[in-house]
Structures are given as C-alpha cells and as structure tokens.
C-alpha cells in the first residue's frame, strides 16, 4: 500500500467518522422520543390490564356490573327495564374522598325510567384483581330521568374514604324501577 493511498484510506475513515459524529445532537431527542413512547407504552398496558380485570370480574359475576376506573370504559348491564351501558368518568378527589360521574346509558334507545341501585366501592386485591370485601363501602342511589324523557343519563356519585388512586372498584347491582318498589 502506498502512502497516497494510505492518505486516501486515513481521509476517508475520518470523513465516515465524522459523518457519525455529526449524528450526536439527534440522540438526545431520539432518546426524549423513546421515553416518551414507553410511557405511552405503559400506560396503554396498564388500560389493557384494567380492562382486562374489569371483563373478568363481570363474567365472574352473578349480579350487577363492576366498573373499574382505570379500565376507563363502559359496561354492559341487562336489567328488567334493559341492557344499560354503565361508565365512571371524570374520577376526582373531594372533600370526603372521591366524586365521579356515573354515565348511563339504554342501548335500546328507550327513555330511562326512575331508579335506584346499591353501589358498593372499595379496593382490589393486587394480587388476584378481585375486589376486598373488608374496607368496602355502599350507598344506594336513586337515578330520576330529567324533565324530558331520555336514553341518557349522567349522576354525581361520591365514594366517601377512598382517593381516586385508592378506588379500585364500583359495583352496582340491584338497580329496580322506583315505580316497582311500592
């Protein structure tokens, strides 16, 4: 090998190399993208997991719906006045613990009649993802349609002594028509 070429060999791995060189500032945002996309990546496995629970425990179920609000998604529920698609939204702290918006909807279309339910709350076992029946909580409430019939329906319900990072499950059973309880 000569020395002209061996010049030529040394010029040209030091333009390769340089050329590499030149890629370093893109590696920081290259490395925010990363980051950002396995956040991302997790919390869509932790939606997935909730959801997953959320399924398994209204299979497991012989009455009511249980809604988990991680899993950020509707339930179905058949009722004697119809299949009802039931969701927590808007899941917040308050003054006594936590507050969120129950979300009701007919399937059918059909306005919703008067109702009341028994709600219970608590936590889930981290373990087996099935609700703690020591610390869990219940009220029932009455859901009362708006002046104008409708197949929609939202309600304020407020779980006492639980934040919203505690707040595993809600489950509602025993909804039965006002009219039908005298």
Same mark, same amino acid.
């Given at each position: 090998?000569?020395?002209?070429?061996?010049?030529?060999?040394?010029?040209?791995?030091?333009?390769?190399?340089?050329?590499?060189?030149?890629?370093?500032?893109?590696?920081?945002?290259?490395?925010?993208?990363?980051?950002?996309?396995?956040?991302?990546?997790?919390?869509?496995?932790?939606?997935?997991?909730?959801?997953?629970?959320?399924?398994?425990?209204?299979?497991?179920?012989?009455?009511?719906?249980?809604?988990?609000?991680?899993?950020?998604?509707?339930?179905?529920?058949? =009722?004697?006045?119809?299949?009802? !698609?039931? &969701?927590?939204?808007?899941?917040?702290?308050? #003054?006594?613990? +936590?507050?969120?918006? /129950?979300?009701?909807?007919?399937?059918?279309?059909?306005?919703?009649?008067?109702?009341?339910?028994?709600?219970?709350?608590?936590?889930?076992?981290?373990?087996?993802?099935?609700?703690?029946?020591?610390?869990?909580?219940?009220?029932?409430?009455?859901? =009362?349609?708006?002046?104008?019939? !409708?197949? &929609?329906?939202?309600?304020?319900?407020?779980? #006492?002594?639980? +934040?919203?990072?505690? /707040?595993?499950?809600?489950?509602?059973?025993?909804?039965?028509?006002?009219?039908?309880?005298?």
């Amino acid at each position: 090998m000569t020395s002209y070429s061996r010049a030529i060999f040394a010029v040209t791995a030091l333009l390769g190399l340089a050329g590499c060189a030149q890629q370093k500032p893109a590696t920081p945002a290259l490395t925010s993208e990363v980051s950002q996309l396995n956040q991302k990546l997790d919390r869509l496995t932790d939606l997935a997991g909730a959801l997953e629970r959320q399924t398994l425990l209204n299979r497991q179920s012989t009455s009511g719906v249980y809604l988990l609000p991680q899993a950020k998604t509707a339930a179905l529920l058949n =009722t004697e006045f119809g299949q009802l !698609s039931l &969701e927590l939204d808007s899941v917040s702290p308050d #003054s006594t613990g +936590t507050s969120a918006i /129950l979300k009701i909807k007919a399937t059918s279309g059909k306005p919703l009649p008067s109702f009341s339910a028994v709600v219970e709350w608590g936590q889930l076992d981290q373990v087996t993802g099935k609700p703690l029946t020591v610390d869990m909580q219940s009220q029932i409430i009455t859901v =009362t349609p708006r002046l104008l019939p !409708s197949s &929609e329906q939202t309600t304020e319900v407020r779980f #006492s002594h639980v +934040t919203p990072e505690t /707040l595993g499950f809600v489950h509602l059973h025993q909804l039965t028509p006002i009219s039908a309880q005298k």
